[in-house]
Each structure stands twice: as structure tokens, then as C-alpha cells.
């Protein structure tokens, strides 16, 4: 019963998507048509791919660590449509063991750094994205730029993160939150075996 109740609080924390994202993504792709129809015709196999991941990502617990990160690579091509210059992205990867992780735990870092780094600046936001093996960890580290305007959220994304952590490893110290001159950062500890 106790495992039945893990798996259904998963799914129900996993679910807690952001719905304006596909509006938002929507309307990039109805204003490239106007003057692109090559790169509109591109973004709606990006999201039609986007899409059809998350939709099988919530039939299961977890999910190899390579395609949570062809999710991710998605997810910021859309979003880099809609923010072109405003938005750059960079990433350093380096990880040996394609380790299986909670299906769907890394876009919400990525969505919440877009959302209040993004959205609410007026300037260029850098968004790292770094992964990396370290001892018996995958260590994998979001951070974003902000200029401190920023309206705040009530921290559900990331609380959720840190939930469904928990309920997956059953381990209390694998996320760590910083937020300081500047810079909102996220680091997730996926343990390896």
C-alpha cells in the first residue's frame, strides 16, 4: 500500500506541468509562419516531439538520463524561439553512466529559470546548464542570471522537485537551492547505483 501511495503522489507531482508553456510556444510558432514557414514548420516537429515525450514520461517512475536530456534540448529550442536573443544557453555535459532518473525532474528547473530569469528581466539571461559525474553522484546544476526586479513564485516547481526527490532515493540531501549576487542556481544529486 505504501508503495502504491509513492507511485500515485509521483504521478501527481510529475503532472503539475505549466500549460502555458504550449501557448506560449503556440503563438511563437503562428508568428513564424507569417515570415518563416521552414523554421515554423521545424518548431511544431519540436513540439510534437517535446509533447509525445512528456506524454509517455507520465506512464513511468523513471527514465534514462540521455532522453531527460533530449527533452531538455527540446524544451529550450522551443523556448529559444520565443526569446531568440534575449535567451543564450549554455551547456557542459560530461557524465559515463546513463543512469535512469524521475521521468520529467529536470524541466522544471529549466522552465523556473526561464520563467523568473527570462521573463522578468530586461536584459540577456545566460542559462548554464552543467552535468557532470562526481564520485558515486551525477551531479546536474541549473543557473540563471537575474537583475533582482524579478517577481517571485511560491516555489511550487521547486518544492516539487525536492518532493519527488525524496520519494524517489528516500534521501533528503540531494537538492540545494542558492540564490545570491545575481544568481539563481539548482543543483540536483542523481545517485549512481
Do not use: C, W
Not at 503562428?30 to 515525450?53: E, I, N, P, Q
Not at 553512466?97 to 524541466?107: H, L
Not at 525536492?162 to 540531494?174: C, F, I
Request: glycine share 4%; hydrophobic share 40%.
Amino acid at each position: 500500500m505504501e508503495l502504491k501511495a509513492t507511485r500515485a503522489e509521483l504521478r501527481f507531482l510529475r503532472s503539475q506541468l505549466n500549460p502555458h508553456f504550449l501557448y506560449n510556444s503556440l503563438n511563437s510558432i503562428a508568428a513564424l509562419s507569417k515570415f518563416d514557414g521552414d523554421k515554423a514548420h521545424d518548431t511544431v516537429l519540436k513540439l510534437s516531439d517535446y509533447l509525445r515525450y512528456t506524454l509517455k514520461s507520465v506512464k513511468v517512475l523513471s527514465i534514462p538520463l540521455s532522453k531527460e536530456l533530449e527533452a531538455n534540448d527540446l524544451y529550450l529550442e522551443l523556448e529559444q524561439v520565443r526569446y531568440e536573443d534575449k535567451l543564450r544557453v549554455e551547456k557542459s555535459i560530461s557524465f559515463e553512466n546513463d543512469i535512469k532518473v524521475p521521468s520529467m525532474i529536470t524541466q522544471p528547473l529549466i522552465e523556473n529559470a526561464i520563467k523568473y530569469g527570462v521573463e522578468e528581466n530586461n536584459s540577456e539571461v545566460i542559462l548554464k546548464i552543467n552535468l557532470e559525474q562526481i564520485e558515486e553522484f551525477i551531479l546536474f546544476i541549473v543557473e540563471n542570471n537575474f537583475d533582482g526586479s524579478q517577481k517571485h513564485g511560491e516555489g511550487i516547481g521547486l518544492s516539487n522537485v525536492q518532493e519527488r526527490m525524496y520519494l524517489h532515493y528516500q534521501r533528503g540531501d540531494l537538492v540545494e537551492i542558492n540564490n545570491k549576487n545575481g544568481v539563481f542556481k539548482v543543483s540536483l544529486k542523481f545517485p549512481i547505483g
